[in-house]
């Protein structure tokens, strides 16, 4: 026992931690619920501007290709009468 008492009197008391604290880079903004849907609603308003432009280009393509080939057919029935031209 009194040499565990000589142990703690001669014991050095422990050394200082110096820690460096460094400049931290800027907290970033809180992403909120709103954030989140804003950027989800706009997303898909991208997709679907994208997808109505492809509908109307592939549609337009149809027509042009329906009216260039019924002005090019001869009528097959001989009482027959184009309406538009």
Known sequence: ???????????QPPQPIVVDVIKQPPITPEIGMADVVLAAVGLTG???LAAALAGLIVGGIFIWRHKRRDLIAPPTDPGHARLRG
Not at 1 to 11: E, G, N, T, Y
């Open 46 to 48: 991208v997709i679907m």
């Open 1 to 11: 026992m009194i040499c565990d008492l000589r142990f703690v009197i001669f014991q």
